[in-house]
């Protein structure tokens, strides 16, 4: 089994719909982030979570909110989804500490119609 | 101004042949530097990652290089294979345990 699970994989939502990408981790990691990948713009933060109750905002947050149900946990909504919320987004966790290397989940492919 | 800047953007080499990707970087306090390959459609997988003190490291064919001094680092694939063909970023750590991205080196090994 992947260590930082995601789903769904693809996704096809119609414009103002609410949708929830689910992440899971098995790595035991304490912190938590949920990134967007656009093509020519790389990775960029929405939200972070460094334990169960803290949230805080990336550099694009406006449109998202998250929830951190459990330190293993964290899902990403989009209230009323639009067009250029489509994109690639990532779950990705760490462990505390400067050392802590990223593990990223495989995806969401997230299209809004 | 790109905190991380990565180049080539993008790249075709034959396959056996050796390539070089550069990060340039302007972000401080440094923490560390990490490589990162991303094959299309799945998430980044950590190749290397190196603290300021290291100039040097190997990753079977990958091989990272860091000059802290100049916020320069490179990356180097020798003996290319088809499975090389991925997109990889450059992120570097700083400060309290923020990260800056690279938009990534997209590379195609080509038979």
């Known amino acids: 089994d992947a260590d930082v699970t995601q789903t769904p994989r693809n996704r096809i939502t119609k414009t103002g719909k609410r949708i929830m990408l689910e992440c899971s981790q098995t790595?035991?990691?304490?912190?938590m982030y949920w990134y967007r990948q656009d093509p020519g713009l790389g990775l960029r933060l929405i939200y972070y979570?460094?334990?169960?109750?803290?949230?805080n905002k990336g550099e694009i947050s406006d449109g998202y909110s998250v929830s951190r149900q459990a330190q293993a946990k964290f899902s990403l909504s989009l209230e009323s989804a639009i067009p250029n919320q489509t994109a690639l987004y990532f779950c990705a966790t760490s462990d505390s500490g400067t050392g802590g290397g990223y593990t990223f989940g495989s995806g969401t492919r997230l299209t809004v119609v | 101004k790109n905190q991380v800047e990565q180049s080539p953007q993008s790249l075709i080499i034959l396959e056996g042949k050796n390539c070089t990707l550069q990060?340039?970087?302007?972000?401080?306090?440094?923490?560390?530097l990490r490589w990162y390959k991303q094959d299309t459609g799945r998430g980044p997988v950590s190749l290397t990652i190196?603290?300021?003190?290291?100039n040097t490291k190997s990753n079977g064919r990958y091989t990272a290089t860091l000059d802290a001094d100049t916020k320069q680092s490179s990356l180097h694939i020798t003996a290319s294979q088809l499975s090389d063909s991925a997109s990889y970023i450059c992120v570097v750590s700083y400060g309290n345990n923020r990260l800056a991205f690279g938009k990534g080196n997209q590379v195609v090994v080509i038979p």
């Open positions: 190196m603290t300021f003190s290291e």
């Open positions: 979570s460094f334990d169960v109750k803290d949230i």
């Open positions: 790595k035991g990691h304490d912190r």
């Open positions: 990060c340039n970087y302007t972000v401080s306090p440094f923490s560390n």
